[in-house]
């Protein structure tokens, strides 16, 4: 793709984007009076205009209704999770009997890996990426530490090479191979938080299967940003969460896939719950869980419907926009802002931003990193003092996210302005 890089070439952009209507759905915070440049739809996705309305559509039919509205409710809060499939199956790329809303993700983690790591004296490994989100980290450790085993021993990181920030996926596959028929479960996030690296999760999926394992992705950072096909991949399970890219509300309900052949296996051991019970018979409240042949049976409580208000709100504007239309925005946004990015460098007589994030197109999603080479803090002191809303992680580590549904080239434009504006 070829840019220029001027005010006038970002707003012609911004002019021709099929999406642009989408960006007045959405709530854009504030700074004395104008749009802050919200870049961090990474960590928290803005509130769709239309949020609270829908949350409003339950409260005044719990006002009304009170317990009536569980069958009467304008969407029956009994089945309310069933509003979700169809829509995140285009999301996640599978079946809609393979995907069910609930809870939070770490939970989710925690109760798919009840399910999927069962480790047995031979085979009882995970393999991970090296610094996975924290909270993953934790629930690895922990899953481990309860079957009785050394988290040393049985967790096994994937590096970065020396002098390297991104994880090379022949390593990956590798470590697999060599790890065989010791590993229980490869479980890596599909987007890494950190350096927005994008893993090939196919082909990582077929290295587990080869040596006999489960593969499993957390999308916190994947799902509602890149193209995912979890179906068509044979991945096993998948969760993410409804706040980062699926401007769902902090700390919305959760996404849980799990794949069809495992799904309808009502046998796969795991922790259960009333909802998660053959709906024909629930509520004859008998002795002995019967599971739901499909990621429903999963499923522990009824659904918190406020929380699923605001997620349906959101998938609504996805299901309008398109995912199609989402990836080719999301695509040719990215490379503008890497364009923008490498022309700073260009530009002056030393490189002031190492972009960590792979340059190729195939291996990231929205997420830059930029790590900065020189005056990093006082770059982004200076952006948060001009209206932009980026992420800083220590040591040195800027990270951004434009956005197809709410974010504009002219965001980007600017973005690149401020940070020249310092290096000059
Ligand atoms: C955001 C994120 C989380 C957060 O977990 P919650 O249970 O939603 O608090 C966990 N893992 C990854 C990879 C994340 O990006």
């Known amino acids: 793709m070829n840019f220029e890089n001027t005010a006038t070439a970002a707003a012609l952009m911004d002019e021709q984007d099929p999406l642009k209507k989408f960006r007045d759905r959405f709530f854009i915070p504030q700074q004395q009076g104008e749009d802050c440049i919200y870049l961090t739809g990474n960590s928290l996705g803005l509130q769709p205009k239309t949020t609270s309305g829908y949350v409003m559509q339950e409260l005044d039919d719990w006002a009304t209704l009170g ?32 995907v069910v809303v609930m809870n939070q993700l770490t939970v989710n983690l ?13 085979r009882y490994k995970i393999i991970c990426e090296a610094k996975a989100f924290p909270s993953d980290q934790y629930a690895l450790e922990s899953q481990v530490r309860y079957h009785g085993l050394d988290p040393d ?94 401007n769902s509300g902090p700390g919305g309900v959760a996404g849980v896939y799990i794949h069809e052949k495992h799904a309808a296996d009502t046998q796969l051991p795991r922790f259960a719950g009333w909802w998660g019970y053959t709906k024909e018979t629930r509520f004859k409240m008998e002795k002995g869980f019967e599971a739901i042949p499909t990621a429903e049976g999963w499923q522990l409580s009824n659904a918190p419907v406020l929380s699923m208000a605001a997620h349906k709100a959101s998938l609504d504007i996805f299901d309008e926009a398109g995912m199609e239309a989402i990836h080719a925005k999301r695509k040719r946004m990215t490379a503008y802002l890497h364009f923008v990015l490498n022309e700073i460098n260009r530009q002056s007589r030393e ?53 197809p549904l709410y974010n504009r080239y002219a965001d980007i434009w600017k973005l690149g302005e401020i940070i020249k504006g310092i290096c000059q």
């Open 351 to 403: 490189k002031w931003i190492e972009i960590i994030t792979p340059a190729l197109e195939a291996e990231r999603g929205c997420q830059v990193s930029m790590l900065m080479l020189h005056k990093g803090r006082e770059i982004f002191d200076a952006l948060t003092a001009k209206g932009v809303i980026a992420d800083w992680r220590e040591p040195n580590v800027i990270r951004v996210a434009p956005v």
């Open 110 to 122: 925690h109760l798919l890996m009840v399910s999927f790591y069962r480790p047995t004296d031979e």
């Open 67 to 98: 317990v009536e509205g569980h069958s009467r409710a304008k969407n029956p809060w009994m089945p309310y999770h069933e509003l979700f499939p169809r829509q995140l199956s285009k999301i996640v790329g599978c079946l809609e009997n393979e």
């Open 153 to 246: 021993k049985a967790i096994i990181e994937v590096m970065p090479r020396e002098g390297e920030h991104t994880i090379r996926k022949e390593d990956i596959l590798r470590t697999i191979a060599v790890e065989g028929e010791s590993v229980a479960l490869v479980m890596m996030g599909g987007v890494n938080y950190y350096t927005g690296q994008l893993f090939d999760m196919q082909a990582i999926t077929e290295a587990a299967h080869s040596v006999g394992a489960y593969a499993g992705f957390d999308l916190a950072h994947a799902a509602g940003n890149v193209e995912l096909q979890l179906h068509d991949w044979q991945v096993d399970f998948a969760c993410w969460c409804s706040y980062k890219y699926l």
